[in-house]
T-cell receptor
Framework: EDQVTQSPEALRLQEGESSSLNCSYT??????LFWYRQDPGKGPEFLFT???AGEEKEKERLKATLTKKESFLHITAPKPEDSATYLC????????????FGQGTRLTINP | GAVVSQHPSRVICKSGTSVKIECRSL??????MFWYRQFPKKSLMLMAT?????????EQGVEKDKFLINHASLTLSTLTVTSAHPEDSSFYIC???????????FGPGTRLTVL
């Protein structure tokens, strides 16, 4: 069964304090790994898609990396507006096109 | 690009009534759309996969007669919660799959409250 585990569940940082969020996955052939950001009361906002091990993508203060077993979302010098829940999801290469989500990491950046 | 809208954003209804939620992909065509439900401080729970022109595929434990899904065009899918009860109160979110990248783009969600 495809599975995604995110850690930590919650993370509090001071503004400017860099850190990383982890997404460990098991999937029967990876079609893609997706990172989303979700603010309270809103739908998830797409951040990145990673397709193969070794791939990296960056957007502003965020950088996502992928290995065969896990993905990291690195956040550099975060600002309070980066506070949100970050969701990781995988899509298997075979079968249905659905995403399997992790439970998310609630990130709080204190000014 | 890749914008998905949902309507309404918030709805309050009486127990026993039916509620329809619309999901539209505004700037791309989506042969596949998805409907999720999200409980407070929990991750998204997939309810069903909606394919344009065919019957939806429901996840285990989701009542297809209660949650009616129609995907009549490449830009519109609807979810109708029939005979709603208070336990159906939740945050419902749709997504549309952009076929070139396989990326799902999500709508802003609909908060349903059944009194």
């Amino acid at each position: 069964e495809d599975q995604v585990t995110q850690s930590p569940e919650a993370l509090r940082l001071q503004e400017g304090e860099s850190s990383s969020l982890n997404c460990s996955y098991t999937v029967s052939g990876l079609r893609g790994l997706f990172w989303y950001r979700q603010d309270p009361g809103k739908g998830p906002e797409f951040l990145f898609t990673l397709y193969s091990a070794g791939e990296e993508k960056e957007k502003e203060r965020l950088k996502a990396t992928l290995t065969k077993k896990e993905s990291f979302l690195h956040i550099t010098a975060p600002k309070p507006e980066d506070s949100a829940t970050y969701l990781c999801a995988v899509q298997a290469a075979q079968g249905a096109q659905k995403l399997v989500f992790g439970q998310g990491t609630r990130l709080t950046i204190n000014p | 690009g890749a914008v998905v809208s949902q309507h309404p954003s918030r709805v309050i209804c009486k127990s026993g009534t039916s509620v329809k939620i619309e999901c539209r992909s505004l700037d791309f065509q989506a042969t596949t759309m998805f409907w999720y439900r999200q409980f407070p401080k929990k991750s998204l729970m997939l309810m069903a996969t909606s394919n344009e022109g065919s019957k939806a595929t429901y996840e285990q434990g989701v009542e297809k007669d209660k949650f009616l899904i129609n995907h009549a065009s490449l830009t519109l899918s609807t979810l109708t919660v029939t005979s709603a009860h208070p336990e159906d109160s939740s945050f419902y979110i749709c997504s549309a799959r952009e076929s070139n990248t396989d990326t799902q783009y999500f709508g802003p969600g609909t908060r349903l409250t059944v009194l």
